[in-house]
Nanobody, 120 residues
């Protein structure tokens, strides 16, 4: 059974840092494109960051570029989002995501989400 489980969300003050983790079971993340998304109630889901496994290039939303860093630890089958210089606008539920195309099929998985709240 495939499962992605996020952790690390918390209440932090503006300017603080958090590291979100997403541990996978049932799949090997090294074989997937991986990414992080966030969502606020009443607003559309926003893509935050991803790694293209085909060339290992990274992508960041303009709103987080220079502050967030995506990474993967293949030995632990875990992906991370390091978040620095946090702003109130970063408050959201953060979801990890993994997908791949293999043998003519698309495989797409989401974590349940972890809450990040940035407030004074």
């Amino acid at each position: 059974q495939v499962q992605l489980v996020e952790s690390g969300g918390a209440l932090v003050q503006p300017g603080g840092s958090l590291r979100l983790s997403c541990t996978a079971s049932g799949i090997t993340l090294d074989y997937y494109q991986i990414g992080w998304f966030r969502q606020v109630p009443g607003k559309e889901r926003e893509g935050v960051s991803c790694i293209d496994s085909s060339d290992t290039s990274t992508y960041y939303a303009d709103s987080v570029k220079g502050r967030f860093t995506i990474s993967i630890d293949n030995a632990k089958n875990t992906m991370y989002l390091q978040m620095n210089s946090l702003k109130p606008a970063d408050t959201a539920v953060y979801h990890c995501h993994a997908d791949q195309y293999y043998d003519g099929s698309h495989y797409d998985y989401w974590g349940q989400g972890t809450q990040v709240t940035v407030s004074s």
